[in-house]
């Protein structure tokens, strides 16, 4: 990460699954990767929020890193949440906008 911001590299754009994992109490948390952008002072956008449907399964591909604690539709909240608070990304690219325009509005996000 450090490589990428010494050339010049400002923003980064990697799947929301790459920005997460879940901890050893099946929390949802930053993972490494995210950890290590951030400390290289590298801003995010991630994507997809809403491109698995129904939740219940596990999420799929794009939940890859949190299916064990995958398990209802509210998850994409907590998924969001977590993006937002302590992943710090800057914004999320989602099939239906409603409801990260929902949890912005909510959070007195701009």
């Keep these: 990460m450090d490589k990428l911001a010494a050339q010049g590299v400002n923003i980064i754009a990697p799947p929301m699954w790459a920005l997460v994992t879940l901890d050893s109490f099946g929390k949802v948390v930053p993972s490494d990767y995210a950890i290590y952008a951030k400390a290289a002072g590298l801003d995010i956008i991630t994507w ?5 449907g129904l939740l219940k399964n596990g999420g799929g591909w794009y939940y890859q890193t949190t299916t064990a604690a ?6 994409a909240m907590v998924m969001l949440d977590v993006l937002a ?3 710090g990304v800057i914004g999320v690219f989602s099939d239906w906008p409603a409801t990260v325009t929902y949890y912005a509005n909510c959070m007195g996000l701009e």
């Design 48 to 52: 997809t929020l809403e491109r698995s």
């Design 70 to 75: 995958t398990n209802n539709d509210g998850d």
């Design 85 to 87: 608070k302590d992943v």
